[in-house]
């Protein structure tokens, strides 16, 4: 499949911080590409970057083909953005908002459709300032859909959405995939990027230190998973030690928690404890995820 | 051109949807004129060369409407829109800046001019308002006064960075401004100090030359009021041009 976008080698720095540190990836065509971290890992910046809205240092993007500063009018067409730290007139009602926004291209969907699609029919003639969280963050997607672009470029669109309203946004998400338009976004939610993400790759400190589909990334930790339960009596350690496939066995108080990795590690655990009757309760396995890789990569968790 | 209409049809219903900007640009001038036309009414006296106060007073106001949006409503709109992130958002579309700012102008001029009609209206229904000029000469000089006004507000639009600050300084220019130019006091009454301070004052110009067109003037008697109000456009212009910022 083509590449939509291509970055390659791009630097961004704000006086002495290294913002960006050299990033290079590729977009193909029809996929979700997350761009994941913590806060002020680079993500904002990188995307503003590709984005054409954001001058950078060193490094070369292209995206349909374009170079979004130098075809600046060309690519924004053909784009639609949805911004972190952006606004919309507080005093003008939503229809209103839609209405502006189409004149500014050569070409726009219906706008009726489009309220229809992101169920903002009934608050068409509310002021935006009266909108929900959910409600203006699936205003600014009618905006990025507007032009019906190629690329749609997404920046922490569930940020502050409760969890109903973040599953929502993913269905719709998912929807415009499959309607052939190629995404990048953006989010510190490892759930999300999961979840949405045909590809991610995940950054720190401006650079990318992983990238692959989350299930590839998921499997390089060795399969590894994590069992815990809680214990009412003391026991000896070491007759879990003897299992196949354990990596390690912590005991926090009456809390004990097990990494290993094997197919039947579960189960070779239950039976260890039942054959030498020990009491426990709360029996738990965790599958890895993307925050385990995160963890695994760098020595610190997502969220400090 | 793309957006254009769209762009000044959505500015006037968003002036039209706030209190401040429309009570400044179109009540409190009227409130003014009507306050001073209470007191000193508006019987020739040679004092004003056989002209009354009102007579006198609505040429300098328009300096004032012209003030307020120059000084007060653009750089507070420009940049309370900058600060919350409106600009950002309208330009990551095909919206070139020209258009945005093309579209700000013809706005203001708009709201200005029917700031300054409203006043006029005023003016002439409860006082009989003498006008002894060309209407088309100060409707021309009216445009010049504005757009060196209007290119003032975008420079100080792009200086300050945020709406509080825009406020702040655009008041402590507006009232100064105001007084020193005679735009508020007749310039009959005011000092030779405060006239020679009134002289680093670009409103003062803006009076000078409403005044002068409005009583029947020829331009020539105002070839350094132009003078001066044209480099300001061209200066001003230039360096709001050069440094705007969408964020």
């Known amino acids: 499949m083509p590449n939509v976008i291509e970055v390659n080698n791009l630097q961004k720095s704000y006086g002495k911080l290294k913002a960006v ?284 | 051109m793309k957006g254009l209409s769209k762009l000044i049809i959505t500015e006037f219903k968003r002036f039209t949807r706030e209190f401040e900007g429309l009570f400044f640009t179109l009540v409190f001038p009227v409130i003014l004129l009507l306050i001073f036309g209470s007191i000193y009414g508006n019987k020739p006296s040679d004092y004003f060369n056989g002209f009354g106060f009102i007579d006198v007073s609505v040429p300098a106001y328009l300096g004032m409407i012209i003030a307020i949006g120059g000084l007060m409503s653009i750089p507070i709109s420009v940049a309370s829109d900058r600060e919350k992130g409106i600009l950002h958002r309208l330009r990551a579309t095909p919206l070139r800046p020209q258009t945005i700012m093309l579209a700000w102008i013809i706005f203001y001029f708009l709201i200005t001019l029917a700031g300054s009609l409203i006043l006029v209206a005023t003016g002439k229904i409860f006082y009989g308002l003498r006008f002894q000029g060309n209407v088309f000469n100060i409707f021309l000089g009216f445009t010049l006064c504005t757009t060196s006004f209007l290119t003032l507000g975008f420079m100080l639009a792009s200086i300050v960075r945020s709406g509080r600050t825009a406020n702040v300084i655009g008041m402590s220019l507006f009232f100064p401004m105001l007084f020193f130019s005679g735009a508020m006091i007749p310039s009959q009454s005011l000092s030779t100090v405060i006239k020679n301070i009134g002289k680093f004052i670009p409103l003062t110009y803006v009076v000078n030359l409403m005044q002068g067109l409005w009583f029947g003037n020829a331009w020539s008697a105002h070839r350094f009021d132009i003078t001066v109000l044209i480099a300001m456009s061209i200066v001003m212009g230039s360096i709001a041009v050069k440094i705007f910022k969408w964020e």
């Open chain 1, 21 to 304: 540190d050299g990033i290079s990836f590729d977009v193909k065509r029809g996929e979700i590409f997350g761009i994941v971290g913590p806060n002020g890992a680079g993500k904002t910046t990188t995307i503003e970057c590709i984005e054409g809205l954001r001058n950078f240092d060193k490094g070369e993007i292209s995206v349909l083909n374009l170079n979004p500063i130098k075809d600046c009018i060309n690519f924004r067409n053909r784009v639609g953005m949805q911004l972190q730290e952006s606004s919309l007139p507080a005093r003008l009602k939503v229809w209103e908002i839609i209405d502006l926004y189409a004149s500014f291209y050569d070409k726009s969907l219906n706008q009726k459709d489009l309220l229809k699609k992101f169920g903002l029919v009934e608050k068409k003639n509310d002021y935006f300032s009266k909108l929900s969280g959910g409600q203006k963050q699936r205003l600014f997607i009618i905006l990025a859909l507007l032009n019906d672009p190629d690329v749609i470029f997404l920046d922490e669109i569930t940020t502050g959405l409760d969890p109903q309203a973040r599953r929502a946004m993913w269905k719709m998400m998912i929807e415009i995939k499959n309607s052939g338009k190629t995404i990048l976004l953006t989010t510190h939610f490892m759930e999300e990027a999961e979840y949405l993400c045909d590809r991610v790759a995940i950054i720190d400190n401006g650079h990318i230190i992983a990238l692959a589909t989350p299930e590839n990334l998921v499997k390089n930790l060795n399969g590894c998973v994590q069992i815990s339960f809680l214990i009412k009596e003391d026991f000896e350690i070491k007759i879990l030690e003897s299992l196949n496939g354990i990596i390690n066995i912590k005991i926090i108080d009456n809390k004990v928690v097990i990494h290993g990795n094997g197919k039947n590690i579960l189960l070779d655990v239950v039976n260890l404890l039942s054959e030498s009757k020990i009491d426990f309760t709360n029996l738990n396995m965790k599958q890895p995820n993307l925050e385990d890789v995160f963890l695994e990569l760098t020595g610190h968790e997502m969220r400090d």
